[in-house]
């Protein structure tokens, strides 16, 4: 198969097989995840390499979880990448993969977007904290691991740093290509937030598997990785980063563009003045222009978030600071 992810098109090809979402509230879903992982694999030093496998491999996640992407992966960095999203519920601590940065909010601290249940910023810096402490459990150490994977992953994803009092676009109806939403349980189907986790970029990878991917996307931003390399451990910022790219593209490239919201706490799509309704009879469409300008960003975050998360482990294997 010839996979075009060639950085001087960057658009990516498109096909209309019609493809199901993962449920809506996993950043990225299994494939996305995993693309993190490999890519940042690919650029871990030795000794962060030796640390990751040793720590991984003594430490398993339990044979008797059930798992939500399946054994689809012997790679034990890729397979701990999803693992959070396994325990999530039984831990309820789902507000650890996301930030609620209400949308028309000028850039500042976060402090006042982190509920007392916590978010992803907050979760990373307390997981990094566990992590370089060789005095702790060490399977406290490994599932410490295995969230600032995947954490650096959501943290890339723009839709989790982000409401437009619609939790986080779940309840945005979006017509895709020729799927026209419709109203499944308490939300719709599709939505712009699953359409982001899953569909979006599973229609990038035109049938890659992550390896593949990984390897592909590496080569595509192979100018851009010193870059990234260089830039440091800035949590705070990558989240203002994908705020910001939501804003502009996520809401801004729809069709019409996504009006701004007053901001409301919102625990349901009936919320905010019936806003998933409301959202429904906007008729937002996403079709070829869209999946082409966001199969490129998806792209670059993906990328991104592997790059930054090598940054990190490199850094906890050497010994050196870990974040700022």
């Given at each position: 198969?010839?996979?075009r ?8 090809l498109?096909f209309f097989a ?6 809506s ?7 996305g995840?995993?693309t ?9 030093t ?5 640390f990751?496998?040793k720590?991984?491999?003594?430490n398993p996640?339990d044979?008797?979880?059930?798992r ?9 960095l ?7 999203d396994?325990?999530?519920n039984?831990?309820k601590n ?8 209400p ?8 402090d ?8 992803v910023?907050r979760a ?12 702790a459990d060490?399977?406290?150490r490994a ?5 600032v994977?995947?954490?650096v992953g ?12 619609d939790?986080g676009?779940?309840?945005?109806p ?18 712009l937030?699953?359409l ?5 970029p ?19 931003f192979s100018?851009d990785i010193?870059k990234?390399q260089?830039?440091?451990?800035h949590f ?6 994908s705020y910001?790219?939501a804003?502009?593209?996520v ?6 563009p996504?009006?701004v ?8 799509c ?12 906007l008729h937002?469409?996403?079709?070829e222009?869209y999946?082409?300008i966001?199969g ?7 990328v ?9 482990l ?5 010994g050196?600071?870990a974040?700022?």
């Open positions: 198969m010839n996979i992810f060639l950085r001087a098109a960057r658009v990516p498109l019609l493809l199901g979402g993962a449920a509230t996993y950043a990225w879903g299994c494939k995840h995993q993190v992982a490999l890519v940042a694999e690919k650029n871990l030795p000794e962060a390499r030796q990751v496998e720590l991984l491999s003594e996640i044979p008797k979880l059930r939500y992407c399946g054994e689809t992966t012997r790679d034990l890729a397979d701990g990448s999803t693992w959070p396994d325990v999530r039984e831990l789902g507000p650890w993969h996301y930030i609620d940065i949308r028309g909010t000028s850039r500042g601290p976060l006042a977007y982190c509920g007392n249940e916590g978010c910023t990373l810096i307390d997981q990094l904290a566990i992590l370089t402490d060789k005095a060490p399977r406290k599932d410490a691991l295995r969230y994977v995947h954490f959501d943290l890339h994803m723009p839709l989790h740093a982000i409401t437009n009092s939790e676009g779940n309840c945005v979006v017509r895709y290509f020729r799927r026209r939403p419709h109203a499944t349980r308490n939300s719709f189907t599709p939505n937030h699953a982001w986790d899953t569909t979006i599973e229609r990038d990878m035109e049938g890659a598997d992550p390896s593949e991917y990984a390897e592909s996307l590496t080569q595509a100018s010193p990234w260089a830039g440091g451990i705070d910022d990558w989240a203002w980063e910001e790219l804003n502009s593209t809401y801004g490239e729809l069709a019409p996504v009006p919201e007053v901001p409301t706490s919102v625990h349901a009936t919320d905010a003045s019936n806003i998933g309704e409301r959202m429904l009879r937002f469409f996403a079709g222009n999946q082409a966001a490129a960003l998806v792209e670059e975050r993906l991104q978030a592997g790059i930054r998360l090598a940054v990190i490199n850094q906890v294997a050497g050196g600071p974040a700022k």
